[in-house]
Each structure stands twice: as C-alpha cells, then as structure tokens.
C-alpha cells in the first residue's frame, strides 16, 4: 500500500510563502504523475499543479507564477514552493500520485491546512 504524507501547511499572512513537501513510500518514478490539489470550505477539491515522471509541469491558472511544483527523486518526495500567498488559497492540499493505464489508480495524503490571513 503506498503512503503519501504531506507536511509543511500552516497560517502565513497575505504575501507570505510556504513549502508543501510530499513524502512517498514508494518509487516515485513508479507514477505517472503526481500533483497536489486543494478542497476549500463548501468548495469542490481542485487541481493546483501537477508534475509528470518526465518532468512536464502543469498549474492551475489562478497560482501560475506563484506557485512551483518539483520533485527530488532521490527522497521521493514532491514539493510545492508557495510564493505570494492570497486569502483565496486558504484550503487543505493533499498530495496525489496516480499510475495510468487501462483503469488511473489514485492515492492520496491525508491533507495539511493552509491558512493565509489577510
């Protein structure tokens, strides 16, 4: 069973930063990509970046610019550098790995809260 576990969330005033890191129990080459999403109160969990096994990065609009995603192989671990943060990100991030195939396989962490006050 693969485990995820986030840590790095936090309460961080408005133009502030924080780092999300991801540690996997697994290779993390076994994935096909992995990402981080976030669930805000009342709100539907959303894809903030994404960072496939060749390295190809994609980011949801609204953090384009601030946000970066990247991963160290050798710690299988994933992180998610967050830069000039806005009230708006406020949400738990979990952490995703997903092997593709005939049927996506998803596993997730358990969540880390991020705060940002204004």
């Known amino acids: 069973q693969v485990q995820l576990v986030e840590s790095g969330g936090g309460l961080v005033q408005a133009g502030g930063s924080l780092r999300l890191s991801c540690a996997a129990s697994?290779?993390?080459?076994?994935?096909?990509?992995m990402g981080w999403y976030r669930q805000a109160p009342g709100k539907q969990r959303e894809l903030v970046a994404s960072?496939?096994?060749?390295?190809?990065?994609n980011y949801a609009d609204s953090v384009r610019g601030r946000f970066t995603i990247s991963r160290d192989n050798a710690k299988n671990t994933v992180y998610l550098q967050m830069n000039s943060l806005k009230p708006e990100d406020t949400a738990v991030y979990y952490c995703n790995a997903a092997r593709l195939g005939g049927d996506r396989l998803d596993y997730w962490g358990q969540g880390t809260q991020v705060t940002v006050s204004s």
């Open positions: 697994a290779n993390i080459f076994s994935f096909n990509t």
């Open positions: 960072i496939t096994s060749g390295d190809s990065r």
